[in-house]
């Protein structure tokens, strides 16, 4: 296959538009987030249909408003967010894929449901790969987030790709669950019955501070408890700070802390979370059980 | 000294000590490191340490009390090693130019700032591990005299270089970021270099010392950047 290079041109951005892909393993002993697609389970699902590596670059996008032109043919996929996209003005749909010609114009507007949109392309995403990753990080990749002007690499070739026009469905359904699955994390343990009872029990919102770093839910506990000493955490960690507030750490989030872990998500309930929006409200499932 | 163990995801367990953060405590962390790695190298995708705490994450999961009885099982004594002797040298320009919170710090311990800059200058600081950001160090060995509450409203941002007390901790900030520590100099060391398959200089247990630098020493190694130096 000869693979030429071509360019995604960002016209206009909202904040926090980022290159992603499955994250940096490895680092965390040089104090190294994870990063990587805050949603991965729409990350692979884009490169399943693209019959790309399941890990390969992908463009996360946080905010309606973004504008990008691509200079060359390919295939694209949208997952995620169900959102209104136009393709060289026309409506498309946001999710599955979509080809691509020379000097098409994609438009992300208004989010419906969900709060991130992929754009997965053939083959991924050619953006420098440091520590074993693509995913932009600061201190670590030059970029942190795209600005106008960016020009992001893909390869390209003159003939469309082929690809089979498969119906698959993408299914909104699960990032709507409220209900998010998390073991009992290590301080888990220090909380008395009553805490542990409410955390079960009661309904949380998702809080305006919601970044790559931490989603913070906006009720406060009765309980809290003291720092200690500095421990790892991960993505998905829950920590519970000694102000009384819940913590969810997501894939940015540095990789110790000293606020008390009572809870630790799995990867499908940091997707779901990562799909809310600020006001929506979660449950906690805690499996005891592991 | 044996640390319990808790199965904190499917994929991720942690090893923690009940007793004070110590050199002792990290020798018995840096020997059960290296057993995991022994034992379970193959397994192993990640470790995260902390002062009390080993973590690990494996590729697949294990069956339920394999690690606790493999713990158990383990005659730690044997396998424990002497802390590495290396001392790095880290130049500090301690002034109010790098150091914005100098001053205040001094007046707020009711000392002088040379007395301040001696106290923090004189100790060696033993590398426990690395969090926060890439390349932060956390240390172990501030004088009790300069523990220090973190500020209550933190700076937007501190300078990259920036060397820093927060509550008990000190530590030299390696890149510009936001934070709540008191800054009393700046280092013209680079201390995390994402283009290097090892992006650090020091590794966990080593120890640090801070030497003093004057402002011209540090405009100087600012512009001609130079790697720290061991002894």
């Known amino acids: ?46 490169n399943h249909l693209l019959q790309n590596n399941h890990s390969d670059a992908v463009l996360e996008i946080c905010q309606p408003g973004l504008q990008i032109q691509f200079d060359s043919p390919t295939l694209i996929c949208l997952a995620g967010a169900k959102a209104a996209i136009k393709l060289n003005g026309g409506v498309i749909s946001s999710d599955g894929i979509h080809e691509i010609r020379e000097s098409d114009l994609l438009e992300i507007g208004y989010f419906e449901q969900g709060s991130i949109l992929y754009v997965g392309i053939k083959n991924g995403f050619q953006c420098e790969k440091i520590m074993k990753s693509r995913s932009w990080y600061a201190g670590i990749t030059a970029e942190v987030f795209a600005k106008k002007g960016d020009q992001i690499p893909y390869f390209t070739k003159q003939d469309l790709p082929n690809y089979t026009a498969s119906k698959a469905r993408w299914d909104f359904k699960w990032s709507q669950n409220n209900i ?107 499996k005891k059980n592991l | 000294m044996k640390p319990s163990v808790k199965q904190i995801s499917p994929l991720i367990y942690e090893f923690e000590w009940d007793s004070k953060v110590s050199d002792q405590l990290l020798q018995h962390q840096l020997s059960l490191k290296a057993n995991l790695q022994k034992d379970f190298g193959s397994a192993i995708i990640e470790l995260r340490m902390g002062f009390k705490t080993l973590a690990v994450v494996l590729s697949k999961p294990l069956e339920a009390t394999l690690l606790e009885d493999w713990v158990k099982s383990l005659n730690l004594k044997k ?151 061991s002894r």
């Open chain 1, 1 to 46: 296959m000869i693979k030429d290079i071509g360019y995604l041109k960002i016209l206009k951005t909202g904040p926090g538009t980022s290159i992603q892909d499955k994250g940096r393993v490895g680092f965390a002993q040089y104090g190294v987030p994870t990063s990587g697609a805050l949603d991965s389970r729409s990350l692979t699902w884009v």
């Open chain 2, 79 to 229: 396998s424990l090693k002497a802390l590495p002797e290396k001392i790095w040298q880290i130049p500090v320009c301690y002034s109010k130019e790098t150091g914005r919170d100098l001053e205040a710090l001094a007046k707020h311990k009711n000392i002088s700032q040379e007395e301040l800059i001696s106290l923090h200058s004189q100790p060696l600081y033993r590398l426990h591990f690395y969090g926060f950001l890439p390349g932060f160090m956390y240390l172990n060995g501030l004088k009790e005299e300069l523990h220090t509450a973190r500020k209550s409203v933190p700076d937007l941002t501190v300078p990259v270089g920036s060397v820093a007390i927060g509550g008990s901790q000190t530590g030299i900030y390696p890149s510009s970021s936001p934070g709540g520590w008191h800054l009393l100099g700046q280092t013209p060391i680079s201390l995390f270099d994402s283009k290097l398959s090892i992006p650090v200089f020091a590794i966990a247990g080593e120890r640090i010392e801070f030497t003093p630098i004057t402002i011209q020493e540090f405009e100087h190694l600012t512009k001609h950047p130079q790697k720290p130096i």
């Open chain 1, 180 to 286: 998010i699955e998390a073991y009992p994390g290590p301080e888990w343990g220090l909380l008395n019955q009553n805490t542990k009872d409410l955390i079960e029990s009661m309904q949380f919102t998702i809080s305006e501070l919601k970044n790559r770093m931490a989603i913070q839910l906006s009720e406060l506990l009765p309980n809290s408890l003291p720092e200690m000493a500095t421990a790892p955490v991960y993505p998905g960690t829950v920590q519970l700070t000694s102000g009384g507030k819940l913590i969810v750490l997501m894939k940015d989030a540095q990789v110790t802390g000293g606020y008390a872990r009572i809870l630790q998500i799995s990867e499908e309930g940091i997707s779901i979370l990562a799909q809310k929006q600020p006001r929506q409200l979660i449950r906690f499932l805690v």
